[in-house]
């Protein structure tokens, strides 16, 4: 059974301050705040804001110059370029994507997925599932979940492809906005539905990227499983949406 739990504060921190650089807030070339202001400003302990800092500088957000301080250097290029799973299921045209739409149906909501969207565990869900397939072979299954207030007045419990992304059709219909999306990959074995689907022998894991996408208040709208053929890692994720 899979549990969610909250981020480490100094992984919370460190999103912040990587909100901030990108907002503008701490624009590149100006130096960080020092670690006394950030223990003040965020009531933190100084170990706290040390690891939050050490992660910056590690994904390259920061770097510690000798004699000036600590130095924001903005949005990392290898972050500019990096795939972003979230951003293609908030933007997919099926009608347009290679593959099927498989599913869609309401079902009781995963566990960890309830968690996220804060429903009790025997509520129900809308889940959309849309197979992509390159050249007939299944590359990526992903699985949507909605609550049922949010889909009412939409075309999400439709059996047809959408000619939209999920993203565009409920700003447009429901008056909602995405603000940041939430990746949270690790490796797990599939059930045999998904094995099926995919494609996949006996005993072949496969990546689980669960997508968690929120409004400006932090309230989820959508939360997606994405699942790849793929060896084990854990790894987390957020950013804005523009």
């Known amino acids: 059974m899979a549990y969610e739990v909250e981020a480490p504060k100094y992984v919370r921190l460190a999103q912040t301050i990587q909100q ?22 965020f009531g933190m302990s100084r170990p706290t804001v040390v690891r939050a800092l050490e992660l910056l500088k590690r994904d390259g957000w920061i770097e510690s110059r000798q004699g000036y301080g600590t130095i924001v250097r903005g949005r990392p290029a290898d972050v500019e370029h990096q795939e972003r799973r979230g951003r293609e299921v908030l933007e997919r045209d099926e009608s347009r994507t290679p593959g099927r739409l498989v599913l869609v149906d309401q079902v009781p909501v995963p566990a960890r997925v309830a968690s996220v969207l804060g429903l009790p565990k025997r509520a129900r869900v809308l889940m959309r599932r849309f197979l992509v397939e390159v050249d007939g072979e299944a590359v990526e299954l992903a699985s949507s979940y909605f609550p049922a207030g949010l889909v009412e007045g939409t075309e999400l419990g439709g059996s047809e492809p959408l000619g939209v992304g999920v993203r565009e059709h409920l700003e447009g219909r429901k008056k909602v906005r995405f603000d940041h999306v939430t990746e949270r990959v690790s490796a797990r074995m599939p059930d045999t539905g998904e094995a099926e689907l995919l494609g996949l022998p006996d005993g072949v894991p496969v990546l689980s990227v669960l997508v968690v996408a929120r409004d400006a208040s932090g309230q989820a709208l ?14 987390e994720d957020t950013y804005r949406l523009g």
């Open 20 to 41: 901030r650089i990108e907002d503008g807030t701490y624009p590149p070339g100006t130096k960080v705040p020092s670690e006394n202001q950030l223990v003040q400003a």
């Open 222 to 235: 959508q939360v997606s499983d994405v699942l790849l053929p793929a060896d084990g890692q854990e790894l």
